[in-house]
């Protein structure tokens, strides 16, 4: 589901601010960035933020900026990132330049082979352009995808070695 969508489905259930402060950080966009780009008043959006009511325009606003993020989004190479929660919360930027092209990572948490598989699956369904995931795990997401795996050793720079690798593979 876009990422658009999702708040306009939360109207429903009151979990609007929540959803909308999700895709914010998602989107790694600061509040008062998002109102210079939304042409919404910070003021509009900190009482949005906070629970407070507001106007039909003013929903058109964001969904119409979320929009905005999702094609830039779109328009990036995106590479999976297959491991374990606390390995994916030490990657700190989301967005890569690799020989004067970005990539986007998009991370998919997983604690088992069966995980791993399911992400992989999910992953190149999503339309990634390669995959970084743990050596144990690369031989068999390697049989069910069609595009570059590349493995993540645990040393220095380990990261960035294998994301320049399967950026050299697309």
């Known amino acids: 589901m876009k990422a658009h969508e999702r708040p306009l489905l939360s109207l429903d259930s009151d979990k609007f601010t929540d959803e909308f402060k999700k895709i914010l950080l998602e989107l790694n966009i600061p509040?008062?960035?998002?109102?210079?780009?939304?042409?919404i008043p910070y003021s509009t959006l900190y009482k949005i933020v906070q629970g407070r009511d507001f106007?039909?325009?003013?929903?058109?606003?964001?969904?119409?900026?979320?929009?905005?993020?999702?094609k830039d989004k779109d328009e990036i190479d995106k590479i999976a990132v297959i491991a374990a929660r606390p390995?994916?919360?030490?990657?700190?930027?989301?967005?890569?330049?690799?020989?004067?092209?970005?990539?986007?990572?998009?991370e998919y948490p997983a604690n088992s082979?069966?995980?791993?598989?399911?992400a992989s699956i999910q992953a190149e369904r999503e339309g990634v352009k390669a995959i970084i995931c743990a050596p144990i795990v690369s031989?068999?997401?390697?049989?069910?995808?069609?595009?570059?795996v590349a493995v993540v050793i645990p040393e220095k720079d380990a990261f960035m070695n294998a994301l320049e690798i399967v950026a050299n593979k697309i």
């Open 31 to 39: 509040l008062k960035e998002f109102s210079e780009i939304s042409d």
């Open 55 to 70: 106007r039909v325009s003013t929903l058109k606003k964001i969904i119409d900026t979320i929009k905005e993020f999702e």
């Open 87 to 106: 390995s994916l919360n030490k990657i700190k930027t989301k967005i890569f330049s690799v020989k004067g092209k970005d990539y986007l990572l998009k």
């Open 113 to 118: 082979l069966e995980d791993c598989i399911t």
């Open 139 to 148: 031989s068999s997401i390697e049989k069910v995808v069609r595009v570059p």
